[in-house]
Protein backbone atom coordinates (compact mmCIF):
# COMPACT_ATOMS: atom_id res chain seq x y z
CA UNK A 1 0.00 0.00 0.00
CA UNK A 2 1.39 3.27 -1.28
CA UNK A 3 1.16 6.33 1.63
CA UNK A 4 0.96 9.93 0.33
CA UNK A 5 2.27 12.21 2.92
CA UNK A 6 0.75 15.30 1.67
CA UNK A 7 3.22 18.37 2.07
CA UNK A 8 1.72 21.62 0.95
CA UNK A 9 1.50 23.41 4.69
CA UNK A 10 4.70 22.07 5.56
CA UNK A 11 7.28 21.91 2.52
CA UNK A 12 5.10 24.59 0.47
CA UNK A 13 5.07 27.25 2.97
CA UNK A 14 8.64 28.30 1.60
CA UNK A 15 6.60 29.15 -1.69
CA UNK A 16 5.23 32.32 0.44
CA UNK A 17 7.88 33.13 3.07
CA UNK A 18 5.89 30.81 5.95
CA UNK A 19 3.14 32.59 5.81
CA UNK A 20 0.50 30.64 6.16
CA UNK A 21 -2.20 31.76 8.84
CA UNK A 22 -3.97 29.46 11.26
CA UNK A 23 -7.14 29.92 9.31
CA UNK A 24 -5.77 29.07 5.54
CA UNK A 25 -3.79 26.17 7.51
CA UNK A 26 -7.25 24.78 8.68
CA UNK A 27 -9.04 25.17 5.42
CA UNK A 28 -6.29 23.61 3.86
CA UNK A 29 -6.28 20.59 6.18
CA UNK A 30 -10.10 19.94 6.39
CA UNK A 31 -9.98 20.43 2.65
CA UNK A 32 -6.78 17.31 2.03
CA UNK A 33 -8.41 15.45 4.61
CA UNK A 34 -12.07 15.52 2.39
CA UNK A 35 -9.76 14.34 -0.43
CA UNK A 36 -8.77 11.80 1.17
CA UNK A 37 -5.13 12.26 2.70
CA UNK A 38 -4.93 10.54 5.91
CA UNK A 39 -1.19 11.86 6.59
CA UNK A 40 -0.62 15.70 6.46
CA UNK A 41 2.31 17.91 7.06
CA UNK A 42 2.00 21.29 8.73
CA UNK A 43 4.60 23.94 10.37
CA UNK A 44 7.31 26.03 9.14
CA UNK A 45 8.90 24.65 5.93
CA UNK A 46 12.05 23.83 8.51
CA UNK A 47 10.18 22.29 11.19
CA UNK A 48 9.83 22.74 14.95
CA UNK A 49 11.64 25.37 16.60
CA UNK A 50 11.83 27.39 13.04
CA UNK A 51 9.26 29.78 13.34
CA UNK A 52 10.44 32.27 15.39
CA UNK A 53 14.20 31.99 14.11
CA UNK A 54 14.96 34.99 12.18
CA UNK A 55 18.08 33.63 10.32
CA UNK A 56 15.61 31.24 8.42
CA UNK A 57 12.67 33.23 7.90
CA UNK A 58 9.97 34.51 10.39
CA UNK A 59 6.39 32.40 10.39
CA UNK A 60 3.18 34.15 10.55
CA UNK A 61 2.25 31.49 13.39
CA UNK A 62 3.63 29.42 15.83
CA UNK A 63 4.49 25.70 15.97
CA UNK A 64 1.23 25.45 18.64
CA UNK A 65 -0.63 26.93 16.35
CA UNK A 66 -0.22 25.12 13.11
CA UNK A 67 -0.80 22.30 15.09
CA UNK A 68 -3.97 22.86 17.04
CA UNK A 69 -5.28 24.62 13.79
CA UNK A 70 -4.82 21.33 11.74
CA UNK A 71 -6.12 18.91 14.47
CA UNK A 72 -9.28 20.75 15.17
CA UNK A 73 -9.62 21.20 11.41
CA UNK A 74 -9.23 17.07 10.58
CA UNK A 75 -9.32 15.32 13.98
CA UNK A 76 -8.82 12.35 12.60
CA UNK A 77 -5.72 12.85 9.96
CA UNK A 78 -2.81 11.82 11.22
CA UNK A 79 -1.03 15.38 11.28
CA UNK A 80 2.85 15.30 11.47
CA UNK A 81 5.80 17.99 11.63
CA UNK A 82 9.19 18.68 10.41
CA UNK A 83 12.17 18.85 13.08
CA UNK A 84 16.13 19.41 12.28
CA UNK A 85 18.47 18.79 15.05
CA UNK A 86 19.81 22.00 16.25
CA UNK A 87 16.58 24.40 14.96
CA UNK A 88 14.30 22.65 16.91
CA UNK A 89 14.65 20.70 21.08
CA UNK A 90 13.39 18.07 22.57
CA UNK A 91 11.27 20.58 24.25
CA UNK A 92 9.91 21.44 20.55
CA UNK A 93 8.72 17.92 20.04
CA UNK A 94 6.65 17.97 23.77
CA UNK A 95 5.10 21.10 22.70
CA UNK A 96 3.79 19.07 19.25
CA UNK A 97 2.79 16.21 21.35
CA UNK A 98 0.89 17.91 23.92
CA UNK A 99 -0.74 19.93 20.82
CA UNK A 100 -1.71 16.36 18.96
CA UNK A 101 0.57 15.23 16.54
CA UNK A 102 0.78 11.93 15.55
CA UNK A 103 4.20 11.86 13.30
CA UNK A 104 7.35 13.68 12.81
CA UNK A 105 9.64 12.85 10.58
CA UNK A 106 13.37 14.05 11.43
CA UNK A 107 15.64 15.20 9.00
CA UNK A 108 19.60 15.31 8.79
CA UNK A 109 21.88 15.67 6.10
CA UNK A 110 23.00 12.16 4.77
CA UNK A 111 26.59 12.14 6.27
CA UNK A 112 25.29 13.64 9.80
CA UNK A 113 22.36 10.74 10.29
CA UNK A 114 23.34 10.09 13.20
CA UNK A 115 22.46 13.14 15.08
CA UNK A 116 18.58 12.12 14.39
CA UNK A 117 19.38 8.86 16.64
CA UNK A 118 18.57 10.63 20.13
CA UNK A 119 16.04 12.50 18.65
CA UNK A 120 13.95 9.23 16.82
CA UNK A 121 14.65 7.55 20.29
CA UNK A 122 12.80 10.26 22.49
CA UNK A 123 10.08 10.59 19.71
CA UNK A 124 9.55 6.81 19.31
CA UNK A 125 9.26 6.61 23.11
CA UNK A 126 6.39 9.17 23.26
CA UNK A 127 4.48 7.10 20.80
CA UNK A 128 4.81 8.72 17.35
CA UNK A 129 5.08 7.37 13.86
CA UNK A 130 8.89 8.03 13.24
CA UNK A 131 10.60 9.03 9.81
CA UNK A 132 13.85 9.70 9.41
CA UNK A 133 15.17 12.09 6.39
CA UNK A 134 18.01 11.97 4.75
CA UNK A 135 18.58 15.20 3.30
CA UNK A 136 20.85 15.53 0.16
CA UNK A 137 20.44 11.83 -0.01
CA UNK A 138 22.54 12.64 -3.90
CA UNK A 139 25.72 13.45 -1.66
CA UNK A 140 26.76 9.58 -1.37
CA UNK A 141 26.98 6.37 -3.45
CA UNK A 142 23.70 4.01 -3.81
CA UNK A 143 25.74 1.78 -1.96
CA UNK A 144 26.91 4.00 0.55
CA UNK A 145 23.22 4.84 1.38
CA UNK A 146 22.23 1.21 1.59
CA UNK A 147 24.97 1.54 4.48
CA UNK A 148 23.43 4.01 6.62
CA UNK A 149 19.90 2.71 5.75
CA UNK A 150 21.26 -0.44 7.55
CA UNK A 151 22.80 1.09 10.27
CA UNK A 152 18.86 2.65 11.23
CA UNK A 153 17.28 -0.12 10.09
CA UNK A 154 19.10 -1.92 13.43
CA UNK A 155 18.33 1.06 15.98
CA UNK A 156 14.65 -0.33 15.50
CA UNK A 157 12.92 3.43 15.92
CA UNK A 158 12.38 5.02 12.44
CA UNK A 159 9.09 3.50 11.09
CA UNK A 160 10.35 4.88 7.60
CA UNK A 161 13.65 5.82 6.07
CA UNK A 162 13.38 8.55 3.67
CA UNK A 163 15.32 8.77 0.28
CA UNK A 164 15.76 12.73 -0.21
CA UNK A 165 16.41 14.63 -3.40
CA UNK A 166 16.80 18.34 -1.71
CA UNK A 167 18.31 19.12 -5.27
CA UNK A 168 15.75 17.86 -7.46
CA UNK A 169 18.91 16.81 -8.92
CA UNK A 170 18.55 12.76 -9.56
CA UNK A 171 17.45 10.73 -12.05
CA UNK A 172 14.87 8.16 -12.05
CA UNK A 173 17.45 5.14 -13.01
CA UNK A 174 19.47 6.95 -9.63
CA UNK A 175 16.44 7.03 -7.93
CA UNK A 176 15.27 3.11 -8.35
CA UNK A 177 18.88 2.11 -7.98
CA UNK A 178 19.23 3.86 -4.07
CA UNK A 179 15.98 2.29 -3.57
CA UNK A 180 15.88 -1.00 -5.00
CA UNK A 181 19.45 -1.34 -3.73
CA UNK A 182 18.53 -1.01 0.32
CA UNK A 183 14.93 -2.37 -0.07
CA UNK A 184 17.07 -6.01 -0.37
CA UNK A 185 18.56 -4.78 2.89
CA UNK A 186 16.73 -2.98 5.10
CA UNK A 187 13.34 -4.21 7.13
CA UNK A 188 12.19 -0.58 7.36
CA UNK A 189 9.82 1.23 5.00
CA UNK A 190 11.26 3.57 2.54
CA UNK A 191 10.04 6.65 1.23
CA UNK A 192 11.12 9.23 -1.28
CA UNK A 193 11.15 12.79 -1.25
CA UNK A 194 11.86 14.57 -4.41
CA UNK A 195 12.38 18.27 -5.69
CA UNK A 196 11.57 19.45 -9.44
CA UNK A 197 14.22 21.20 -10.54
CA UNK A 198 14.83 19.01 -13.43
CA UNK A 199 10.82 18.46 -14.01
CA UNK A 200 11.64 14.75 -12.68
CA UNK A 201 9.69 14.98 -9.24
CA UNK A 202 6.79 12.75 -10.89
CA UNK A 203 8.91 10.50 -13.07
CA UNK A 204 11.43 9.87 -9.83
CA UNK A 205 8.40 9.82 -7.01
CA UNK A 206 6.36 6.91 -9.82
CA UNK A 207 10.12 5.25 -10.02
CA UNK A 208 10.64 5.21 -5.86
CA UNK A 209 7.37 3.26 -6.15
CA UNK A 210 8.47 0.75 -9.04
CA UNK A 211 11.80 0.32 -6.42
CA UNK A 212 9.60 -0.22 -3.64
CA UNK A 213 9.15 2.58 -1.90
CA UNK A 214 5.90 2.93 0.33
CA UNK A 215 6.07 6.47 1.27
CA UNK A 216 6.04 9.04 -1.40
CA UNK A 217 5.80 12.94 -0.83
CA UNK A 218 3.53 15.16 -2.78
CA UNK A 219 2.20 18.93 -2.75
CA UNK A 220 -0.89 20.58 -4.35
CA UNK A 221 0.45 22.73 -7.35
CA UNK A 222 3.79 21.15 -6.58
CA UNK A 223 3.98 24.12 -4.05
CA UNK A 224 7.33 24.12 -2.35
CA UNK A 225 10.94 24.77 -1.98
CA UNK A 226 13.02 25.77 -5.12
CA UNK A 227 11.40 24.36 -7.89
CA UNK A 228 8.99 23.01 -5.56
CA UNK A 229 7.56 19.30 -5.08
CA UNK A 230 5.69 16.10 -6.76
CA UNK A 231 2.55 17.54 -7.58
CA UNK A 232 -0.33 16.02 -5.84
CA UNK A 233 -2.86 16.18 -8.38
CA UNK A 234 -0.32 14.59 -11.26
CA UNK A 235 0.79 12.11 -8.71
CA UNK A 236 -2.68 10.80 -7.40
CA UNK A 237 -4.34 10.37 -11.16
CA UNK A 238 -1.19 7.95 -12.37
CA UNK A 239 -1.30 6.00 -9.22
CA UNK A 240 -5.03 5.85 -9.92
CA UNK A 241 -4.26 4.82 -13.43
CA UNK A 242 -1.57 2.12 -11.93
CA UNK A 243 -3.82 0.57 -9.40
CA UNK A 244 -1.93 1.59 -6.50
CA UNK A 245 -3.94 4.83 -5.33
CA UNK A 246 -5.33 4.94 -1.58
CA UNK A 247 -7.41 8.21 -2.96
CA UNK A 248 -10.04 7.29 -5.20
CA UNK A 249 -11.29 11.00 -5.07
CA UNK A 250 -11.84 12.10 -8.91
CA UNK A 251 -9.75 14.37 -10.33
CA UNK A 252 -11.90 17.51 -10.82
CA UNK A 253 -12.09 17.79 -7.06
CA UNK A 254 -8.39 18.39 -7.30
CA UNK A 255 -8.51 21.20 -9.79
CA UNK A 256 -11.12 22.91 -7.55
CA UNK A 257 -9.81 22.61 -4.37
CA UNK A 258 -6.31 23.98 -5.88
CA UNK A 259 -7.72 26.95 -7.62
CA UNK A 260 -10.15 27.45 -4.49
CA UNK A 261 -7.10 27.55 -1.51
CA UNK A 262 -3.53 27.62 -3.23
CA UNK A 263 -3.65 28.85 -6.50
CA UNK A 264 -4.33 32.72 -4.60
CA UNK A 265 -1.89 32.30 -2.17
CA UNK A 266 1.13 31.64 -4.96
CA UNK A 267 3.23 34.89 -5.55
CA UNK A 268 4.76 32.69 -9.06
CA UNK A 269 3.62 29.71 -10.57
CA UNK A 270 4.71 25.79 -9.31
CA UNK A 271 3.81 23.52 -11.13
CA UNK A 272 1.10 23.00 -14.07
CA UNK A 273 -2.33 24.37 -14.01
CA UNK A 274 -5.48 22.02 -14.29
CA UNK A 275 -5.73 22.46 -17.90
CA UNK A 276 -2.57 21.48 -18.69
CA UNK A 277 -2.75 18.40 -16.50
CA UNK A 278 -6.05 17.66 -17.92
CA UNK A 279 -5.13 17.76 -21.38
CA UNK A 280 -2.94 15.30 -20.43
CA UNK A 281 -5.29 12.73 -19.00
CA UNK A 282 -8.00 13.44 -21.77
CA UNK A 283 -5.51 12.42 -24.35
CA UNK A 284 -7.02 16.09 -26.18
CA UNK A 285 -4.83 18.20 -28.65
CA UNK A 286 -4.58 21.70 -27.57
CA UNK A 287 -5.58 23.24 -30.61
CA UNK A 288 -8.96 22.51 -29.97
CA UNK A 289 -9.31 24.39 -27.08
CA UNK A 290 -11.19 27.16 -28.45
CA UNK A 291 -13.97 25.28 -29.68
CA UNK A 292 -13.97 23.27 -26.25
CA UNK A 293 -14.15 27.03 -24.60
CA UNK A 294 -17.05 28.67 -27.20
CA UNK A 295 -19.23 25.20 -26.52
CA UNK A 296 -19.04 25.08 -22.88
CA UNK A 297 -20.08 28.59 -22.42
CA UNK A 298 -23.13 28.25 -24.67
CA UNK A 299 -23.93 25.32 -22.84
CA UNK A 300 -23.14 26.49 -19.45
CA UNK A 301 -20.82 23.48 -18.88
CA UNK A 302 -17.60 22.59 -17.20
CA UNK A 303 -14.83 22.58 -20.01
CA UNK A 304 -13.07 20.26 -18.39
CA UNK A 305 -15.68 17.45 -18.35
CA UNK A 306 -16.67 18.93 -21.63
CA UNK A 307 -13.00 17.70 -23.14
CA UNK A 308 -12.37 14.24 -21.45
CA UNK A 309 -15.78 13.34 -22.72
CA UNK A 310 -15.39 14.66 -25.76
CA UNK A 311 -11.65 12.96 -25.78
CA UNK A 312 -12.95 9.57 -25.03
CA UNK A 313 -15.09 9.05 -27.72
CA UNK A 314 -12.79 10.96 -30.36
CA UNK A 315 -9.49 12.20 -29.48
CA UNK A 316 -8.01 12.23 -33.28
CA UNK A 317 -10.63 14.34 -34.94
CA UNK A 318 -13.09 15.68 -32.70
CA UNK A 319 -16.18 17.88 -34.33
CA UNK A 320 -17.85 20.47 -33.47
CA UNK A 321 -20.96 18.51 -33.93
CA UNK A 322 -19.90 16.10 -31.16
CA UNK A 323 -19.01 18.75 -28.58
CA UNK A 324 -22.01 20.31 -28.82
CA UNK A 325 -23.52 16.46 -28.33
CA UNK A 326 -21.80 15.69 -25.16
CA UNK A 327 -22.20 19.51 -23.99
CA UNK A 328 -26.50 18.67 -24.57
CA UNK A 329 -25.74 15.90 -22.66
CA UNK A 330 -23.50 17.18 -19.43
CA UNK A 331 -26.54 20.16 -19.14
CA UNK A 332 -29.25 17.76 -18.72
CA UNK A 333 -27.52 15.75 -15.56
CA UNK A 334 -26.83 18.51 -14.20
CA UNK A 335 -30.46 20.02 -14.39
Not at 55 to 77: C, H, M, R, W
Not at 94 to 113: E, Y
Request: hydrophobic residues 40%; glycine residues 8%; proline residues 2%.
Amino acid sequence: MITIVENTLRDGSYAIDFQFDKNQTAEITSGLYSLGFSYIEVGHGLGLGAWNNIQVGLSKENDETYIKAAKFAAPNAHIGVFFIPGIGSKNDIDLAIDNGINFIRIGSNVDTFRNTLQFAEYAKGKGLIVAINLMKSYAVKSYEFTTIAKEIDTWDVADVIYLVDSAGCMLPDEVFEYIDRTREKVATPIGFHGHNNLSLAIANGIQAINAGATYIDTSIRGMGRSAGNAQTEIMIYILQKMGLCPIYTEIYKFYEFANKYIVPLMSYAQGLSDEEIHIGISKFHSSYLPLADKVSKTFNVDNMRLIKMVSDINCLNPTESLFRDIAEKLKKANE
